[in-house]
């Protein structure tokens, strides 16, 4: 199970009901955020999903709506008991800005692993069991895109298993990547397995303007989950001077990178109903949903 | 009018239905906010009295709970136009702690003035038209309980003015505290105005152990605003421990000193429902209230 969860909708400032733009990934019980801004906390709380588990917390970028929640978020993975090292993913700076930050969140029981990635390349991190990839984002700072992929074996294939000399007892370890020794010869999970599946594919991106290399790092997606500051037409010229990315855009990146169904989220505090404009994005890429505060997907794989 | 707003009244982490422990006080326009944890401006906004008066943050001491929500809300000042300088007042160290968080909140269109205080001494400053008092508090680190009085003029006394050989068209200007020359003679405010007037006084304390002093600085306030992380009686060795108090250990330091109304505040995220436990301090001091978040009292002088 794949679960995907929209923590917050918000950009620039938290509302009264709307949390700051922040994504929730759980795979195989681990947990993975990306951002952690003012009250992204409180928002985990209300979703119920426990804090113990998340190990990964990535950034897109250091503005104060994507980052100023982490000081509390660290003291309250430190009160849930969590001793497993937590690692911190962002744009080159990271170790410097969350320091500062720890000035109010000094002692906690567990280790920090900074992964500073530079915003100039594309980046592939293999994570617990699915693949980080990165790349820029166009912003007014260093920002990241980002996008996560299970990875999945191949199909057990038992005409494959029965010409083999194995009984069927060991068959269970090759299923499980493992190498088993029988009668002197030792026999590989690739003699039973087919081709490695196709698994979930995410990508992530606020805040940006559209770009061509985001549109490669989340080409195919299952879900793409993409800013959408701006809705109304009479804002494209503040989108394009703030960085930021109109409902439209988003759509149109979504149309390119072929991605399954695409979800809008970031939106400027002056966007009260972001469904009402939603149809200016279908118009342009049918499967978009407006997201809101703690939306959730669990995708299961279908063969 | 002073008017006083419990904006959060919660310990430790902010909860779905309990924001993080905050006062805002509004005099004649001006606002004052003593704390400003994660989401104090979500708060803020429900209440809807407007962020650009804000002219003055106290801070009690610098853990998370009480300063996570400082970046975020300097920003939203920003936004909201405010070009005034703004004057923010806490421990030694003030200036160190919040240089730290303003790495993620660096740009700002108004100029900020630090007044760090000495937490061994009792210190008064003088802020628009009240008092500000301060003590050191008994917490883990250096840590400030505050008192606010509202100076008030005495009464206008007619049958001085009439004495006085001057026409009555002068005698507002008097009032107002302004000397008059009249023909060749200087007429004083003092010559009409009575002696100046008990004005309101206020006292707000987290997070602390009962002390001597608090019970000093608060001494006839009009409301006592005190932390109660705890109420049940188990909790007593946690609450020296940790150095924080109990239910009854404020109502203690109300009936002390001979405040006329207590509101507890800086409840425990344990203490799902503190008006449960309100009997454990009416008992000691009868006219106790449990804050909740937003409560809110207006003051006028009734003579």
Excluded at 17 to 42: A, H
Excluded at 52 to 79: E, Q, R, V, W
Excluded at 127 to 145: D, M, R, S, W
Excluded at 155 to 171: G, R
Aim: proline share 4%; with cysteine; glycine share 6%.
């Amino acid at each position: 199970m794949f679960d995907i969860c929209l923590i917050g909708t918000g950009g620039m400032m938290p509302l009264p009901n709307r949390w700051l733009s922040s994504m929730l990934v759980r795979f195989n019980g681990k947990m993975l955020l990306i951002d952690c801004g003012e009250g992204t906390q409180i928002s985990l709380k209300q979703l119920g999903w426990g804090f113990k588990n998340i190990d990964t917390i990535c950034f897109t970028h250091y503005h104060a709506d994507h980052i100023s929640g982490l000081p509390g978020m660290l003291l309250t993975l430190g009160n849930s008991e969590r001793t497993e090292p937590l690692t911190l993913i962002g744009p080159t700076g990271l170790e410097r800005v969350v320091s500062a930050l720890r000035t109010i969140a000094t002692e906690l029981p567990f280790e920090i692993i900074y992964k500073e990635i530079n915003t100039d390349e594309v980046c592939t991190l293999q994570l617990n069991e699915y693949i980080l990839k990165t790349c820029g984002a166009k912003h007014g700072v260093p920002c990241l895109a980002y996008s996560i992929e299970t990875e999945r074996l191949g199909k057990f294939d038992i005409e494959k298993a029965l010409k083999l000399d194995l009984p069927k007892k060991y068959w269970n370890l090759l299923q499980n990547e493992q190498e088993v020794l029988y009668q002197d010869k030792t026999y590989m999970p690739s003699m039973v397995m087919g081709e490695s599946r196709k698994g979930f594919k995410l990508g992530y991106c606020t805040d940006s303007r559209p770009t061509e290399n985001i549109v490669l790092l989340v080409k195919n997606a299952d879900l793409f989950v993409c800013e959408g500051m701006y809705a109304e037409k009479d804002k494209a010229n503040k989108a394009i001077e703030r960085k930021h990315m109109m409902f439209y855009e988003a759509a149109q990146m979504a149309k390119e990178a072929q991605v399954k169904e695409l979800w809008l989220t970031h939106y400027s505090p002056s966007l009260t109903n972001p469904k009402d404009y939603l149809y200016v994005a279908k118009e342009i890429f049918n499967n978009t949903k407006a997201g809101y505060d703690r939306i959730v997907r669990s995708m299961v794989y279908e063969d």
